[in-house]
């Protein structure tokens, strides 16, 4: 029964990989209340506040910020989404509405009134979060694996990926039906889509190895990224979208400067001193400065991305680590794992640990106060650099809007 729902054996080698530690019949202990105080699991850990999240009673598959960073939104395989406090780690809501079925998502919209959630019962459902009523339900041929709103038009779109022929589909929720269908992009199941800035591309990842950008206008793929050796099971943006981090089942996280298109000379800048497991997810700063993982061998790493090292790594989850994710000032890393749980970790003060001061001496990498907004940043081989990289990225949007003007160039179109 599962290999026909999941069509494909490599979703059924997805599968088994998920349970294949799993004793069967078993349940995870959960203590069903939040838990705002834990034990630290290293000296590392001991050094970051960390707030332990309880209530679901299955693997937690994903986790985001959602109302400018104050809440978290998880979703999990015991069929709810549910809404978390930043500051106190309460559950604020609990959604239930896929019949008990295995969710595989569950992301907020731009303004965090709405929620969209779906999973194995082949169906998407979007919520009210401040009422907990569902809006709507839309009906798929597959399994959902991840689906998200838009960003610039107050989320009035959504891009899901179904396990039918390896599908992605475009929503429109005023509408609440599906108002394009998107083959042949990949040649295996969907692992994760977004929309990228402007929300008329797609960013996709999959288990044939590849991360590629549909553009929806020109209807074909316009970027492709084939360098991993397993499933790409997550990808992420920088803010303005110049730099793209992917990880994947092979244990590398590779970095690419979309901007200049170096990569396809270079090859992708890829990360020392990874994981030991397969990696599930991965995270990028607003500035593309930072970067956190998650990977099945239960731990979390924090990098410097500008210069692809690792600077701690953080233990604690007893089981899979499943998803990350920053929020938009990096001062909060989420982590969701097969553990039943989420953690809550304060990165406030991490550039002030040993730890963090050490991996940084053994790798050459000095810190500098920005001359333009103050905060401290990392520098290895551009030493003469005199901004973070966050200002010098308003400056070179400065400069080429100024460029663009002086020539009469509509940038919108790009």
Request: proline letters at 2%; aromatic letters at 6%.
């Amino acid at each position: 029964r599962l290999s026909v729902q999941l069509q494909c054996s490599q979703k059924v080698m997805l599968t088994e990989l998920e349970e294949e530690t799993a004793e069967p019949g078993a349940e995870p202990e959960v203590n069903p209340q939040t838990q705002p105080e834990a034990q630290p699991d290293s000296e590392a850990d001991a050094q970051i506040q960390l707030t332990i999240l309880s209530g679901h009673t299955g693997s937690v598959r994903t986790c985001c910020f959602i109302r400018k960073d104050t809440c978290g939104l998880s979703a999990s395989w015991d069929g709810t989404a549910r809404l978390w406090d930043v500051g106190t780690g309460k559950e604020l809501r609990c959604l239930t509405g896929h019949a008990g079925a295995r969710l595989s998502c569950a992301r907020g919209d731009p303004d965090g009134g709405r929620a969209v959630s779906a999973g194995w019962d082949k169906a998407l459902s979007v919520w009210d979060l401040e009422t907990g009523a569902r809006l709507w339900r839309g009906e798929l041929g597959g399994i959902v694996s991840d689906a998200r709103f838009s960003g610039g038009d107050g989320g009035g779109q959504l891009v899901t990926a179904s396990d039918l022929d390896y599908n992605m589909q475009v929503w429109d929720t005023r509408t609440c039906s599906v108002v394009q269908l998107i083959r042949g992009v990949h040649r295996s199941t969907l692992t994760s889509c977004r929309f990228m800035l402007g929300d008329r591309r797609i960013l996709s990842t999959s288990l044939d190895f590849t991360c590629k950008v549909f553009d929806l206008r020109a209807m074909g793929v316009t970027l492709a990224f084939a360098d991993h050796k397993n499933a790409v099971s997550s990808a992420s943006l920088s803010a303005d979208e110049r730099c793209l981090a992917t990880c994947s089942w092979d244990k590398r996280i590779l970095m690419y400067d979309i901007s200049t298109g170096m990569y396809r000379s270079q090859g992708p800048k890829i990360f020392e001193e990874s994981h030991e497991g397969s990696i599930s997810s991965c995270c990028l700063s607003a500035d593309g400065a930072k970067l956190v993982s998650g990977s099945y061998d239960n731990s979390v790493m924090v990098w410097d991305a500008e210069n692809g090292i690792r600077e701690i790594r953080l233990q604690g989850h007893d089981d899979w680590v499943e998803d990350v994710s920053l929020s938009a000032d990096g001062a909060w890393m989420m982590s969701a794992s097969k553990d039943a749980t989420l953690r809550l970790w304060n990165m406030e003060r991490m550039d002030e640990m040993p730890a963090v001061a050490e991996s940084r001496a053994q790798h050459g990498v000095h810190m500098k106060a920005c001359d333009t907004c103050g905060k401290t940043f990392s520098l290895a081989g551009n030493l003469g650099a005199t901004q973070c990289v966050f200002c010098r990225i308003i400056d070179r949007s400065r400069q080429e809007t100024d460029i663009a003007e002086t020539i009469g160039l509509d940038l919108r179109i790009y």
